[in-house]
Nanobody
């Protein structure tokens, strides 16, 4: 059974940084290295929004709102996905979710649509105070 567990969230003042991690268990390491992965966020009353994505080759894409401030990366040896968040502001306050797209072969091209992802973490809260 595949399980994604996020960690690293919490409260931070505006201008600060946080690093989110997403550890995948029950997922074959080889398939993990071939997969596309992403981070999404959601605030109460709003739809889930895509934040960042990475493909099997390490190519990345970012939402305009986080470009230049957030960095997505992965460690295939650890089956772990990361999101480094710098220069945080109050608009970054949300529940953050990691996701993996389950595919048979290599997944090329970072994906921004939530419908393209198969497995999701339970979410972790990030709160930025001004």
């Amino acid at each position: 059974q595949v399980q994604l567990v996020e960690s690293g969230g919490g409260s931070v003042q505006a201008g600060g940084s946080l690093r989110l991690s997403c550890a995948a268990s029950g997922y074959d390491s080889r398939r993990y290295s071939m997969a596309c992965m992403g981070w999404f966020r959601q605030v109460p009353g709003s739809a889930r929004a895509w934040v960042a994505a990475i493909d099997n080759g390490g190519n990345t894409r970012y939402a305009d709102s986080v470009k230049g401030r957030f960095t997505i990366s992965k460690d295939n040896a650890k089956n772990t996905l990361y999101l480094q968040m710098n220069t945080l502001n109050s608009e970054d306050t949300a529940m953050y979710y990691c996701a993996i797209r389950n595919s048979v072969g290599y997944c090329s091209g970072p994906r921004s649509a939530g419908s393209e992802y198969t497995y999701w973490g339970q979410g972790i809260q990030v709160t930025v105070s001004s």
